[in-house]
């Protein structure tokens, strides 16, 4: 057990709608990654926020957009959803900032999203 | 967009063999990171080796880094049915700090 919870595990969905998914962080990490996983791009960062604040930005697109909260919890919003959007979506926590100094990040077990 | 590529994409061994799987990445890096997913499961670090650095072991574990050829290695060895799982590197390019990963290797060990 890596910390970092995600909700919901598994959701089934159809085209045009919006989900949201939850990821509450390590206790005490500041930092929170959001990735895609699918089996045509593989595993692909999409946004990165540190105390709140976003910090980096990877492949998302315009139709998704994320927050970390005052609590740290962080959500990813998904909307007009297209079947292409079908794929494992990770959270994952550091304590630090940034990747240079190669802190380790602790990742959720995933949200299955499964757009029909 | 991703930095790695991964050979050989899949691995199949025997238990007790040793399994090697390789990485290529496109840019220069601060550091690069293996990791672990077994299937559909969250990801788990293994081991990070710093640009400057060459080699590194951990248990049954050895990475190996070879900038000049931006490429590296892990190597498992005795590998057990428990280290059945897909292998990431990823890396951290000079000037930034996001983990960029690879394409991952499937790896499947027969007891």
């Known amino acids: 057990d890596s910390g970092v919870t995600q909700t919901p595990k598994h959701l089934i969905t159809a085209t045009g709608q919006r989900v949201t998914l939850r990821c509450s962080p390590r206790?005490?990490?500041?930092?929170v990654y959001w990735y895609q996983q699918s089996l045509d791009q593989g595993l692909q960062f999409l946004i990165q926020y540190y105390n709140g604040e976003e910090r980096a930005k990877g492949n998302i697109l315009e139709r998704f957009s994320a927050q970390q909260f005052p609590d740290l919890h962080s959500e990813l919003n998904l909307s007009s959803l297209e079947l292409g959007d079908s794929a494992l979506y990770f959270c994952a926590s550091s304590s630090r900032p940034g990747q240079v100094s190669g802190n380790t990040i602790y990742f959720g077990e995933g949200s299955w999203l499964t757009v029909v | 967009s991703q930095q790695g590529e991964e050979d050989p994409q899949a691995l199949s061994i025997q238990e007790g063999e040793n399994a090697t799987m390789n990485c290529s990445y496109k840019?220069?890096?601060?550091?690069l990171q293996w990791y672990r997913q077994n299937s559909g499961r969250g990801l788990v670090h293994l081991i990070l080796i710093r640009s400057n650095e060459r080699e590194k072991h951990s248990g049954r574990l050895r990475v190996t880094l070879d900038t000049s050829k931006k490429s590296s290695s892990l190597l498992i060895t005795a590998s057990r049915a428990a280290d059945t799982a897909s292998y990431f590197c990823a890396t951290v390019g000079l000037g930034t700090d996001k983990l960029i990963f690879g394409t991952g290797t499937r790896l499947q060990v027969f007891p």
């Open positions: 206790s005490g990490d500041l930092s």
């Open positions: 840019t220069s890096i601060n550091n």
